[in-house]
């Protein structure tokens, strides 16, 4: 609970929220914007590192279940992580 708080604190604090994410005309890029906006705005990748990536995503997947948001596919998913991953911290 602690870490994800700290998580928090980090990414509300950086001004960089909302600025264009990197390698932006990517179909990568273009699924994690359009599936990672529909609840709030948009991450910025550079926020966090991978670790904590995975560990959102985790998370993510569970409030879309909860809140009956259709969530990506297998393969969305997939490139959705693998853009996260090269982008991250
Ligand atoms: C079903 C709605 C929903 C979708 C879709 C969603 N999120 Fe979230 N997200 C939340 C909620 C609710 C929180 C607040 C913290 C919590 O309850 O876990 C949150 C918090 C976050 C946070 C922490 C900062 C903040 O805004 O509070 C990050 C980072 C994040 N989401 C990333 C993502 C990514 C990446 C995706 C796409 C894979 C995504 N989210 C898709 C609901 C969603």
């Given at each position: 609970?602690?870490?994800?708080?700290l998580?928090?604190?980090?990414?509300?604090?950086?001004?960089?929220?909302?600025?264009?994410?990197?390698?932006?005309?990517?179909?990568?890029a273009?699924?994690?914007?359009?599936?990672?906006?529909?609840?709030?705005?948009?991450?910025?990748?550079?926020?966090?590192?991978?670790?904590?990536?995975?560990?959102?995503?985790?998370?993510?997947?569970?409030?879309?279940?909860?809140?009956?948001?259709?969530?990506?596919s297998?393969?969305?998913?997939?490139?959705?992580?693998?853009?996260?991953?090269?982008?991250?911290?």
């Amino acid at each position: 609970m602690k870490r994800i708080l700290l998580i928090f604190a980090l990414i509300f604090m950086t001004p960089a929220w909302g600025a264009e994410i990197p390698d932006a005309d990517s179909a990568a890029a273009k699924l994690f914007a359009q599936k990672c906006s529909v609840c709030h705005a948009m991450p910025y990748p550079e926020r966090l590192d991978w670790p904590h990536w995975r560990h959102m995503l985790g998370l993510m997947r569970q409030r879309m279940q909860e809140r009956g948001v259709p969530e990506p596919s297998k393969e969305e998913w997939r490139q959705i992580a693998g853009y996260l991953k090269s982008h991250a911290r």
